[in-house]
């Protein structure tokens, strides 16, 4: 509090200040799950109706009945769990023979992988595009994993972390017999797990939120994740019916929420201390 | 001792061998699907792209010349940079703001960061939609509220004037935690000794805002300045789902108008040429702040 000027304020008013910015920035989720579980009279009711006069699921049944949100929700963690796995694996190997080898082209190939940090992929989705539907890969899960198969920040973070293993550690394993292989899978792995977690964070809820590119690559239905679903399920004749709408977004955004409530603390910290958002 | 260097010469070599292995998977995964497109997206602008008659015709500049023409991309181009412009100082200015009250000890601190902090883990897509419900002008949350107190409704999402600013009010809501997040980090990693030793030769809480945090802030704000410029320069979700670029193209950006561009109307080329500006404006504007950053940097 030293460092604040808004120290006037007192704590009375710091707490009242926070907490009323609080109400608005949970508003739109309570608003949210107030709509989706009230009778449809309620929703359009004015004064608005803080609480629903009787809570039903209607909007939900009406909701699972016109789109198939089970397969969005498999669709999404198939691509989320195969996107972070593979990311993780390769990173670590490719982490660690950054980190540990010395080997011609090391920096140049390191700054290749790094550069594609520079140009995202709303600016490479026209010649992947072209690319994918040259190899068959358009409307497949292939198509939508392509650029999400490895990760530049993970490579990034992890030869970092194993940077601050000790060689001597390493050498020993060597001289007990192990290969380098093994090296990583049971020694390196568990001393960096901690990043390895935050990687993975990171990773899926990038995976679980992206929309661009699985909009660009689904045309099938029954390949959409769940963003690309809960887009199109907004609006697909033009006829607005609010309560199945928040009922999708309360089906859609649910699991997250929940996972977040349980780990907001871990959450929070990896995404500040790598300054990533996912 | 030939022997012990050609035994040290076979482990290095092995290990080279190693390397290659350990690197090749990323490596040849982002030569496909990230260098190559790269380039390849540079080379698409200067041709015709017909997919599906699989024919690439060389014209030059044409693609450029006819973007620079056309009014839409003008439009879309303006509006990226009034989006960007807006909300990159005032994500950064509210970030600080809040993480100013959030070093403070109350009651209920965690929960209330972790509250500030959930709208950046819903997807941007979920979040969109129920804002695109509170944004009805007739039944909507937001413009309920302000009968009830008694000010004029708006029209938001409706009216060409007030669209693209209602796209902003969400944008910034949906990253205030992360930008106060970022600064919370920032704010902590400085030495209370500093602050002390200032108040004890009697600057004031303002003095020493302005002469010790903020210029030690500086590296968390260039990253701030630099990371949100990017996200803001490629914004598309929220303006897919809360207006599609309209009323009358008063939100369209550059990223939808490339979308529909390529996957719409499959003008392949015309689209590269887009996202080849795009890239060197991102490019542009990183250096520039990133230089500037540099020269204002301080250290203690």
Same mark, same amino acid.
């Given at each position: ?278 | ?40 997206? @540079? ?121 693209? @600013? ?20 920032? @704010? ?25 945090? @903020? ?86």
């Amino acid at each position: 509090m030293l460092a604040s000027p808004l120290r006037a304020l007192g704590t009375l008013g710091l707490l009242a200040l926070v907490a009323g910015v609080a109400v608005l920035m949970v508003l739109p989720f309570y608003w949210m799950l107030v709509t989706a579980l009230s009778p449809a009279a309620d929703v359009m009711a004015f004064p608005p109706q803080w609480w629903p006069s009787r809570a039903t699921l209607e909007h939900f049944q009406y909701a699972l009945q016109k789109a198939p949100w089970l397969i969005y929700y498999w669709n999404s963690v198939v691509v989320a769990v195969v996107s972070v796995g593979c990311s993780l694996l390769f990173g670590l190997f490719a982490g660690y023979a950054f980190a540990v080898y010395r080997f011609p082209l090391q920096n140049i190939l390191f700054l290749l992988i790094l550069s594609t940090l520079m140009v995202p992929v709303q600016v490479t989705s026209v010649a992947l595009y072209v690319l994918l539907s040259r190899i068959g890969w358009v409307d497949t899960y292939a198509g939508i994993l392509a650029p999400n198969f490895a990760s530049a920040f993970g490579v990034f973070l992890l030869r970092q972390a194993i940077r601050q293993v000790p060689l001597e550690l390493i050498e020993a394993a060597r001289i007990d017999g192990a290969g380098e292989v093994r090296i990583v899978l049971t020694l390196i792995a568990p001393l960096v797990r901690t990043m390895l977690a935050t990687v993975a964070m990171i990773l899926f809820l990038g995976s679980w939120n992206d929309f661009l590119w699985p909009v660009i690559v689904i045309n099938s239905a029954n390949l959409r994740t769940l963003p690309v679903g809960m887009a199109l399920f907004k609006d697909p004749y033009g006829n607005i019916n609010y309560g199945p709408l928040m009922a999708a977004a309360v089906i859609s955004t649910g699991p997250m929420l929940i996972a977040y409530a349980v780990s907001q603390k871990f959450m929070i910290r990896g995404i500040a201390t790598t300054g990533l958002k996912g | 001792m030939r022997s012990t260097r050609r035994l040290i010469a076979r482990l290095h070599a092995r290990r080279v061998w190693h390397a290659y292995l350990f690197v090749a998977p990323i490596v040849l995964l982002f030569g496909a699907f990230r260098v190559v497109p790269s380039v390849q997206t @540079l080379v698409y602008s200067f041709y015709r792209v017909e997919l599906l008659r699989g024919r690439l015709t060389f014209i030059g500049l044409e693609n450029f010349a006819d973007l620079l023409a056309d009014p839409t991309f003008y439009r879309a181009a303006k509006n990226t940079l009034v989006y960007v412009l807006v909300i990159v100082p005032v994500s950064a200015a509210l970030g600080l703001f809040f993480a100013l009250l959030f070093d403070a000890r109350f009651p209920l601190r965690e929960l209330f960061k972790a509250l500030y902090f959930a709208p950046m883990v819903t997807s941007t897509v979920a979040a969109a939609v129920v804002w695109w419900w509170l944004y009805n002008p007739q039944f909507g949350l937001f413009n309920v509220l302000l009968r009830l107190v008694g000010l004029p409704i708006q029209p938001w999402l409706m009216s060409s004037r007030t669209a693209l @600013l209602s796209i902003i009010l969400f944008s910034i809501w949906k990253g205030l935690g992360y930008n106060m997040v970022i600064y919370l980090a920032g @704010l902590q990693a400085i030495p209370e000794s500093l602050l002390e030793a200032a108040r004890i030769d009697g600057a004031g809480a303002l003095q020493r805002f302005r002469r010790i945090t @903020l210029p030690l802030l500086a590296p968390t704000t260039a990253f701030l300045l630099i990371y949100n410029s990017i996200q803001a320069f490629q914004v598309f979700d929220q303006v897919f789902v809360l207006t599609s670029g309209g009323p009358a193209g008063s939100t369209n950006v550059v990223v939808l108008d490339l979308y529909r561009q390529a996957f719409e109307r499959y003008n392949f080329g015309y689209a590269a040429a887009e996202a080849t500006l795009l890239f060197l404006l991102i490019l542009g504007v990183t250096a520039l702040q990133y230089l500037y950053s540099r020269r204002n940097e301080v250290s203690y």
